[in-house]
């Protein structure tokens, strides 16, 4: 009964692969986001979705694409992976009740590009 | 982009109550103040908010300032396994959380 899983946990993979990570949540929550945690533990938002909407895309690299193909899903595309691009990557969802809009967080994907 | 800042690190003997202190001097009428922690590179996990009156709950109590520029987290009775990185967050547009570098709590024996 996890809350909001990803899959893979662990993606070793070489320089210029693409690859795609999974997310998934249960709560029925209408929003998704993607986070980046990089080797000096900075948290910084990527993207977010609501009802398959984009409504956050930060400064991120196009080689990144988000998809979402319904309100429950939430995958994460990289294309051409760099060395830079190794880091943890967390899903969140959450559902607005007013102001309120506490994010849940996924148990990461870490990913190494060598 | 983070709105908050927060001592780099604190030590807390275990059993004893942990004050995390967060200033938010920026803080606009309407945003709530949220607290997370991330324990060793788990996903971060949600503690309490609060907008202007105290909060508490199973995990934690969350006093704000009257002026809401600064709040405080305390666990009251801290064990060994609430050693984490606590995250005081003030939500932006569109929701967005911006995490900064946190405070890194040692709880010790």
């Known amino acids: 009964d996890t809350a909001v899983s990803q899959t893979p946990k662990y993606l070793v993979t070489q320089m210029g692969n693409d690859k795609s990570i999974k997310c998934e949540q249960n709560?029925?929550?209408?929003?998704m986001y993607w986070y980046k945690q990089d080797s000096k533990k900075f948290l910084k938002i990527m993207f977010s979705?609501?009802?398959?909407?984009?409504?956050i895309n930060e400064t991120v690299p196009n080689r990144f694409s988000p998809k979402s193909p319904d309100k429950a899903h939430l995958n994460l595309h990289i294309n051409s992976l760099e060395l830079g691009d190794s880091a943890v990557y967390f899903c969140?969802?959450?559902?607005?009740?007013?102001?309120?809009?506490?994010?849940?967080f996924g148990p990461g994907t870490r990913l190494l590009v060598l | 982009d983070a709105k908050t800042t927060q001592p780099t690190s604190m030590d807390c003997a275990e059993g004893r109550a942990a004050n995390l202190p967060c200033n938010h001097s920026?803080?606009?009428?309407?945003?709530?103040v949220y607290w997370y922690r991330q324990i060793h590179s788990q996903g971060p996990q949600y503690i309490i908010h609060?907008?202007?009156n105290n909060e508490t709950n199973e995990m934690a109590s969350l006093i704000i300032t009257e002026d809401r520029k600064s709040s405080t987290l305390i666990l009251p009775h801290a064990t060994l396994r609430d050693t984490a990185v606590y995250y005081c967050?003030?939500?932006?547009?569109?929701?967005?959380?911006?995490f900064g570098s946190g405070t890194k709590l040692n709880v010790k024996p």
């Open positions: 609060g907008l202007k």
């Open positions: 920026t803080i606009s009428g309407n945003e709530y």
């Open positions: 979705y609501n009802n398959k909407e984009l409504i």
């Open positions: 969140a969802s959450s559902q607005a009740r007013g102001l309120i809009q506490t994010q849940y």
């Open positions: 967050i003030v939500r932006g547009n569109f929701n967005k959380f911006y």
């Open positions: 709560l029925g929550h209408d929003t």
